[in-house]
């Protein structure tokens, strides 16, 4: 048996406006897996596919094209040259919740790539790891910048800009975030959808915003990098209303937002395509336990406290 592992992630940092080509800065989550196991299946069983969570199981042979597990599978085992379908049973399981910005649509592609990688007796680069779950990213989000496949797949702080290789972005001083589940599924193929739409109708309104998201995530990056933390709540709040403006906050997160300021968050902001998903506030080892009640209290499901470390 093999198995592999892939961690969730948090956007810090330029949601949205990466897709328009601004920088954003993104970190993964350790505290939050997706994991993939590999098993030898008997002669002529082919690839079955037990997605425990999901309560699916089915053969790679009879899953239509668009699946995306199905995908990702096919993808990686014509990468690794296995041209005849290998009979094994790929069993997944994932403590990241779906459609709530955390990437589990990455981390299960990723930690799927990586054990079937294993199983094969094969090792593949950060970069081509990227590279396949980046394609059952575009089934997920129908344009996807590639930031979440990169953060996944590189599992480390990431400066990305769409089109270009991912920089690491260097921790200076490790920080601390309450990273809050609103509870209310926010699929990022139609808020990206929405945003695109209002793009549209007013190009020049959203390009602006667009350009104050992408200034933020540069001053972000040098104060993460310099570890001036002390900077970063401020800009984390400044994000928000900007991300408030494009149309993707809700009443719950802005409320969830200002729970978490008000217990002593540095700064709170939504992460990832918003509507509903989670949302990140900056806290210190002193904070945290406070503002996770206090996120709590006002209707998070559930606060993670994640340590991002240099
Ligand atoms: C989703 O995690 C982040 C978005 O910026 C979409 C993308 O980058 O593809 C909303």
């Known amino acids: ?11 810090l940092f330029g949601e949205h406006a990466v897709v ?10 350790a505290e939050l897996r997706a994991w993939a196991t590999v098993d030898d299946a008997p002669p002529g069983a082919g690839c079955t596919v037990v997605a425990i969570d999901l309560k699916r ?3 790679l042979a009879d899953a239509p094209p668009d699946d995306p597990l199905a995908l990702i599978v096919r993808l990686t085992l014509a990468g690794l040259g296995l041209v005849a379908e290998p009979d094994w049973t790929i069993t997944l399981r994932s403590d990241i919740p779906i459609a709530s910005g955390l990437g589990s649509g990455a981390a299960v592609s990723t930690a799927i790539v990586r054990a079937l990688a294993q199983h094969a007796g094969r090792s593949l680069p950060p970069d081509a790891v990227s590279a396949l779950v980046y394609e ?12 979440d496949n990169t953060v996944v797949a590189y599992e480390q702080p ?7 290789p991912p920089q690491p972005c260097r921790v200076g001083g490790e920080f601390w975030l309450a990273i809050a589940d609103t509870g209310v599924a926010s699929p990022t193929k139609l808020a990206v959808e929405d945003v695109r739409r209002a793009w549209q109708a007013d190009p020049a309104r ?16 040098q104060a993460i990098e310099t570890g001036r933390l002390d900077a970063l709540g401020p800009l984390m709040d400044e994000n928000q209303r900007l991300l408030s403006a494009i149309g993707v906050s809700s009443p719950l997160l802005e409320r969830l937002c200002a729970a978490a300021r008000q217990a002593g968050a540095g700064g709170a902001k939504l992460s990832g395509a918003g509507h509903g998903g989670n949302l990140i506030a900056l806290v210190t080892p002193q904070t ?3 503002v996770a009640a206090a996120l709590r ?6 606060v993670v406290i994640s340590q991002v470390v240099r």
Request: charged share 25%; hydrophobic share 45%; net charge positive.
């Open 206 to 221: 959203y390009e602006a915003l667009f350009d104050e998201m992408g200034r933020i995530a540069e001053r972000a990056r």
């Open 288 to 290: 945290a336990e406070k």
């Open 297 to 302: 209290a006002a209707g998070a499901v559930r």
């Open 158 to 164: 990431v400066y990305f800009v769409r089109g270009q």
């Open 136 to 147: 059952t990213e575009r089934l997920h989000h129908g344009t996807p910048s590639g930031i």
């Open 20 to 29: 328009y080509g601004r920088p954003a800065i993104a970190v993964p989550v």
């Open 57 to 59: 199981r089915f053969s």
């Open 1 to 11: 048996m093999t198995m592999a592992s892939a961690s969730g992630k948090v956007i």
